[in-house]
């Protein structure tokens, strides 16, 4: 009750029924349809008035749906529990559920598993298996969006440890230029590499 929340736009178009539900080979063969959920859309003024707003009566503000656990897009599952979430303010995010079982178990020798693909909720980031729950690709770019937000955290804590010791100060400045210029659609796999060539530089 104590943190505003913003739901995602995209998120809002698939709740009015648009896009749920979508089968495993639908998905594959069309891609271009699929909604999209831009980190960068919480970048637009009215979204950014509203995270300043609650950062200036010192509260914290999450996302919602961005997207939904289930949704197997796992680029877009990283880039905004890491990138996105920084460059656009939002402190936390949350979906509807992160386990939502939701139909039978799958097993590879059922006839809609073969035809269709993998039975899944749209809101869990795991597939029910027959030993047991599975993550999905969902939860593994969710993952690695949280792993690219502890090397920014890592990156942060030795550029303060120089600047307080008195080291590094070229490297350090450029450093702050850099990430200030980082984009929310920055390549992460790149974004992520040049975060630890500069932590190994700052720590040398």
Do not use: C
Not at 62 to 77: A, E, I, R, T, W
Not at 123 to 147: C, H, K, M, Q, T
């Amino acid at each position: 009750m104590d943190y505003p929340i913003l739901a995602h736009p995209g998120a809002l178009m698939v709740d009015q029924h648009q896009q749920w539900h979508v089968s495993a080979s639908d998905f594959l063969l069309h891609r271009q349809r699929l909604l999209t959920w831009d980190p960068g859309l919480f970048m637009m003024p009215a979204y950014q008035r509203s995270i300043k707003g609650a950062h200036k009566y010192g509260h914290n503000i999450f996302s919602y749906f961005d997207p939904q656990g289930g949704m197997l897009v796992p680029q877009l599952h990283r880039r905004h529990r890491g990138l996105g979430m920084w460059k656009t303010a939002i402190d936390g995010t949350m979906t509807w559920a992160y386990i939502h079982i939701y139909g039978k178990t799958s097993r590879p020798d059922m006839p809609e598993v073969q035809d269709n693909g993998v039975l899944h909720s749209p809101n869990s980031f795991v597939i029910r298996g027959p030993e047991g729950p599975l993550d999905a690709l969902a939860w593994e770019g969710y993952r690695e969006g949280r792993d690219d937000a502890r090397y920014l955290a890592t990156l942060e804590h030795v550029m303060a440890k120089a600047r307080a010791a008195g080291k590094h100060a070229q490297l350090v400045a450029r450093t702050e230029r850099w990430l200030g210029d980082v984009r929310v659609d920055a390549g992460l796999e790149k974004w992520r590499w040049e975060m630890v060539r500069r932590t190994i530089a700052l720590l040398e």
